[in-house]
């Protein structure tokens, strides 16, 4: 039962535009929403994060947006640049326990942004 | 800084021989280790969490004398398969945290292939 979901296995889009990654989850228990960033043969790196109490959080280029009604949040990168082309995943945290322990993992996204 | 190092990057071994994995926080002391598996085109499921001078906590399903796992410091976790199989050919990715409230992070992976 997969209680994260990235829908879109990947998406492209043209150096200086916005793209937006999508990510749903099933499991109310979720509070805390976490963005990673990966590059072949490399770890994920931490991105952004996102608490339930909020619905938006910024930073730089990124922005993480969660609407807990609807169970979805979306991660923001404006402007694209090619350096970001690499694998999204969201992960999210249940309620209760560490606020960056027990990741669950969505699939991944693969973005590519073309110069 | 929070560099975590994992090794080796890629094994490649026969049939029921016994493959340990490293995973080292190189600048930080880890008090949390976890480590996950990843299938092709899958996202990445957590195996087991591991506190240094403790048992591992393993996740539903992951069984604990197949994956061996050892936080015998805080810069060292170490996760050994124990008479591999092809099954067992998968993506294995270590993370660390320095505390309940530091995010998790991650080292570069290891590819395992039984033969």
């Known amino acids: 039962d997969q209680q994260v979901k990235q829908n879109s296995p990947s998406l492209s889009v043209q150096e200086g535009r916005i793209s937006i990654l999508n990510c749903d989850y099933t499991n109310s228990m979720f509070d805390y929403f976490l963005w990673y960033k990966k590059y072949p043969a490399e770890g994920p790196t931490f991105l952004i994060s996102?608490?339930?109490?909020?619905d938006k959080n910024e930073d730089g280029r990124f922005t993480v947006f969660l609407n807990k009604s609807a169970k979805h949040l979306s991660l923001h990168i404006v402007p694209s640049q090619p350096g970001d082309s690499a694998v999204y995943f969201c992960?999210?945290?249940?309620?209760?326990?560490?606020?960056?322990?027990?990741?669950?993992f969505g699939q991944g996204t693969i973005l590519t942004v073309h110069p | 800084g929070a560099v975590v190092s994992q090794h080796p990057s890629w094994v490649i071994c026969k049939s029921g021989t016994s493959v340990k994995i490293e995973c080292r926080s190189l600048?930080?002391?880890?008090?949390?280790m976890f480590w996950y598996r990843q299938f092709p085109k899958q996202s990445l499921m957590l195996m087991a969490t591991?506190?240094?001078?403790?048992?591992?906590?393993?996740e539903q399903g992951v069984e604990k004398d197949k994956f061996l796992i050892n936080h015998a410091s805080l810069t060292l976790s170490t996760l050994t398969v124990t008479s591999a199989h092809p099954e067992d050919s998968s993506f294995y990715i270590c993370s660390a945290s320095a505390g309940t409230d530091q995010p998790q992070h991650f080292g570069d992976g290891t590819r395992l292939s039984i033969l």
């Open positions: 600048d930080f002391q880890a008090t949390t």
């Open positions: 992960a999210a945290v249940p309620a209760g326990g560490t606020s960056y322990g027990k990741l669950t």
């Open positions: 591991s506190n240094e001078g403790s048992k591992a906590t393993y």
């Open positions: 996102i608490s339930s109490i909020k």
